[in-house]
């Protein structure tokens, strides 16, 4: 979704805010722009659709020169993707410059109110209405800018994060947030900003999260002040950024997707490292063992995400039923919001996010706390909003993800969740320590066993040939592989554009069968489990019919092998950890189909990596 930065210091902010633009095209975008106070005292501002490097060539002979900026890119809501209604957008009078993000649902009144006193607006957006709001309320109030921004937030509904230059007062940057990340880095005399930390970690470790409601007036020469929208002082707290700079860059790969499926086995150990024992004994999830009684307690948990994240939480759903014997629903987020759900006191949330930004997902944890239950958090991004707004939880440690497909982040949320299941199960002595023991042991090898899958990368990818000009696919499985058919057919279509839909492979006789016929690739997932047999029947109603046959099987099978087209073979593991190792393999043919078709692998059309409007 949209993205955020803004430099003031003594540098020339064109660079900086150039390259901090691209480092947020990972959250997807249509248009660009960027204002600067030239070193003149001109507010210019120039902005174009389509990529950054557009925005790049529009401005290679023009005036940008300047120590204050702030630049935009911009993922349509209000108004189609154009120059037009790329951001930044000046004031009537031209004197500020505003960039946005987030939705303002009440700018159609303040529109009218305002075209009512004479103002035309140039663009089709919601944002245009907030720095027409804010010069009004300057003009016809005679206060000082920062007082305009709290009096125009105070009228308006929505979400924001929002960034302000003043031609008036050009050693100075107002920002502000609600429903929106916004972060400000501190260096020496100097500040950046930005939406989330990325553009700013080449810079300096130190930053504020700004809260909802709280205002950062970035000035020259002075320490950061935060304020409410009443101007109450807030004292700003400055927190260490965890991330480094190779965290960011693609290391030799054509891709940040296919770095991050490779990244896997490490970022595994990470998210495991700590929390259990050298010698596979025992799990601590500090989220957990400090909320012991509240979380033992719980008589149902609740888990609310979106997209891959709700994917992992149907392998959590598996995971805490099987090992805890504890009722779990598993909800869209965007869903759970709007119905008036049941949510008891006892009842314990949990909500999955890797970007810890989600609307929606924001949402149903505000809706979930507002009801008295106890919200837990499994996000990737630390200091995320989501993070911030629950009572525990445990972070997943895989690093920045960049690529919009999620893949690390999928693998890490799923591990998670099977620590969280053991950790809960172990309490409640609802497994044996025989169990107990061996399933530890076996999460433990799961790095090396992802290490021999991604061994497999260079005949999977001349496969992904063979299904390259495949118009749709169908992905099978069942029990706890049945999440991760689903995951397999996000994937492709996210990334290649290719149709794809997952089912619970005995599903299949109820309608989507029909569908079945010599052209219809079907990757089935048939590993070794409690339901083996079962799938191998339902894979047969498919080879009858024609159907072309993909399987992921347990290293070693035959029978599967006798009917398959193709088959990629996964080591043997327990059944909870089955989901994690056939995500390997549909991860990596999702990313070569949509390689060998030419797609825009870590950017597909109409996707944003932090889905932060619902
Ligand atoms: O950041 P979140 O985990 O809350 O994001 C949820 C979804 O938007 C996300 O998983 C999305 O489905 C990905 N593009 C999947 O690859």
């Known amino acids: 979704m949209c993205g955020i930065v803004g430099y003031l210091g003594a540098r020339q902010a064109y660079p900086i805010l150039i390259k901090g633009l691209h480092r947020l095209e990972y959250r997807g975008y249509d248009s660009a722009g960027i204002a600067l106070i030239s070193d003149g005292g001109i507010l210019n501002l120039y ?203 693609k290391g030799g790969y054509p891709h940040f997707m296919l770095k991050e499926i490779y990244e896997q086995p490490q970022t595994l150990l990470n998210c495991i490292r700590g929390r259990i024992n050298i010698e596979g004994t025992s799990v601590v999830l500090s989220g957990i063992i400090d909320n012991r009684e509240r979380i033992l307690s719980a008589r149902r948990i609740i888990i609310v995400a979106c997209g891959t994240s709700w994917h992992a939480a149907l392998i959590g759903e598996h ?59 499994i996000c990737n991004v630390v200091g995320s909003s989501i993070a911030r707004a629950t009572d525990s939880g445990s972070y997943i440690h895989v690093g920045p993800e960049i690529g919009v497909a999620s893949t690390k982040a999928f693998t890490g949320q799923v591990t998670v969740l099977s620590m969280l299941a053991l950790t809960l199960a172990h309490e409640k002595g609802t497994v044996t320590d025989e169990r107990f023991t061996a399933l530890v042991r076996e999460l433990q090898h799961i790095p090396d066993h992802i290490t021999q899958v991604l061994k497999q990368a260079p005949a999977i990818a001349d496969l992904a040939k063979t299904f390259t000009y495949a118009r749709n696919f169908i992905y099978l499985g069942r029990g706890y592989n049945y999440p991760a058919a689903l995951e397999g057919a996000l994937k492709l279509k996210e990334i290649s554009y290719i149709h794809a839909e997952g089912y619970p492979a005995a599903e299949m006789k109820h309608g989507p069968i029909a569908l079945i016929d010599a052209e219809m690739p079907v990757v089935a997932i048939a590993t070794t489990d409690s339901i083996y047999e079962k799938t191998i029947s339902n894979i047969q109603e498919i080879k009858a019919r024609q159907g072309k046959i993909i399987a992921i099987v347990t290293e070693g099978d035959t029978a599967v092998r006798s009917i398959a087209d193709h088959v990629i073979p996964v080591p043997r593991v327990a059944e909870p950890f089955a989901p994690i190792l056939a995500s390997i393999p549909l991860q990596l043919l999702a990313y070569y189909i949509a390689v060998h078709k030419g797609r825009d692998v870590d950017q597909p059309r109409n996707l944003a990596k932090s889905v932060t409007v619902e």
């Open 47 to 249: 902005k174009s659709k389509g990529k950054v490097a557009d925005l790049e060539r529009f401005a290679e002979a023009k005036d940008t020169s300047g120590t204050v900026g702030i630049a935009h890119t911009r993922w349509a809501t209000h108004g189609e993707p154009n120059d037009l209604n790329a951001h930044p957008h000046y004031s009537q009078s031209r004197s500020l410059a505003l960039i946005h993000n987030g939705i303002i649902e009440n700018y159609a009144v303040l529109r009218l109110e305002l075209e009512s006193k004479g103002y035309t607006f140039r663009s089709n957006t919601d944002t245009e209405v907030i720095v027409y709001l804010v010069e009004y309320i300057r003009d016809t109030d005679g206060v000082d800018l920062c007082t305009a921004v709290q009096l125009a937030l105070q009228q308006v509904v929505g979400a924001y994060a929002i960034a302000i230059l003043s031609k008036d007062d050009p050693d100075c940057i107002i920002a502000a947030r609600k429903s929106s990340p916004l972060v400000v880095g501190i260096g020496e005399d100097e500040f950046f900003l930005a939406s989330d930390a990325t553009p700013i970690v080449e810079y300096t470790d130190r930053v504020v999260y700004l809260d909802d409601g709280e205002i950062a007036v970035l000035r020259r020469g002075e320490p950061l002040r935060v304020v409410d929208l009443h101007n109450a002082p807030v004292t700003p707290v400055v927190r260490r950024l965890a991330m480094n700079l190779s965290q960011l860059e």
């Open 319 to 377: 995971l805490i039923e099987d090992l805890c014997r504890i009722p779990v629903e598993v909800e869209y987020a965007s869903e759970f919001r709007y119905r008036n759900p049941v949510i008891l006191p006892d009842d314990i949330v949990i909500a999955i996010s890797q970007s810890g930004e989600t609307a929606d997902t924001l949402a149903a944890v505000e809706l979930a706390k507002s009801r008295g239950a106890f919200i837990y958090g």
